[in-house]
């Protein structure tokens, strides 16, 4: 059976076609009705499902349109995202984004998705101030890492933040952190669909056993 993948984000286009198993837009401008959210007028949540699909073309995604303009949604969004998300059983949840402001319901809906069994990626800048929900210890958090290609990753803190290639879908247009997400859900949904009845645990594990670099980027002075 297909790992189900939940991408709370800027929607999908409707070009990835059968890869997509539902879509809803739970955009604040939009209310909370769940309803047809396939499109994607920014662009970013498509680029994200194709990174997740080149490393899991076997995953069915579950696309919740949270924000339709620039690249920032409010809490309360990316909350109705996750819960629908989870409703739809996905085992990944794809949170390739970060909010400045810490939010108790957006905590809960992290641990909601943890107590649920579902492995929740999520974006996090390699440097400056906290982002939510990677500060939240129920994520992994992943930052882009030019030492990584598009297969490898490398463990930041064990268990908890990660690196890997922040690249698009075809390993060479640059992005950020939002992509180098991506790449570990899509991992996530390899792992899984490899072993239907592992843990959120295992995958944590296996990451740290596996990965190519341990420890953070080292930049030499220009």
């Not at 409707?14 to 809803?24: C, D, K």
């Not at 239907?196 to 220009?222: I, K, M, S, V, Y």
Request: aromatic share 6%; hydrophobic share 50%; proline share 4%.
């Amino acid at each position: 059976m297909p790992v189900k993948v939940g991408i709370v984000d800027s929607g999908v286009d409707a070009a990835l076609g059968a890869a997509v198993g539902g879509a809803v837009c739970v955009a604040a401008d939009a209310g909370a009705a769940v309803g047809d959210g396939v499109g994607d007028g920014v662009g970013h949540g498509t680029a994200v499902a194709r990174i997740i699909l080149a490393l899991a073309p076997q995953a069915r995604l579950f696309s919740a349109r949270a924000f339709a303009a620039g690249r920032h949604g409010d809490a309360a969004s990316v909350v109705r995202g996750i819960h629908w998300c989870l409703a739809q059983q996905a085992r990944v949840v794809n949170l390739s984004l970060g909010l400045r402001e810490d939010r108790d319901e957006l905590r809960a809906a992290c641990a909601a998705a943890a107590d649920a069994g579902a492995i929740v990626v999520t974006a996090c800048p390699a440097r400056g101030a906290a982002v939510y929900p990677a500060a939240y210890a129920q994520v992994l958090a992943v930052s882009g890492d030019a030492r990584c290609a598009a297969g490898n990753w490398s463990v930041l803190e064990p268990r908890r933040r990660y690196g890997a290639a922040p690249l698009a879908a075809d390993a060479a247009t640059p992005g950020g952190a939002s992509f180098a997400a991506a790449r570990v859900s899509g991992l996530a949904a390899a792992f899984l669909a490899a072993r239907p009845q592992a843990r959120p645990d295992d995958f944590r594990n296996w990451l740290d056993a596996q990965a190519a670099f341990h420890g953070r980027e080292r930049r030499q002075a220009a």
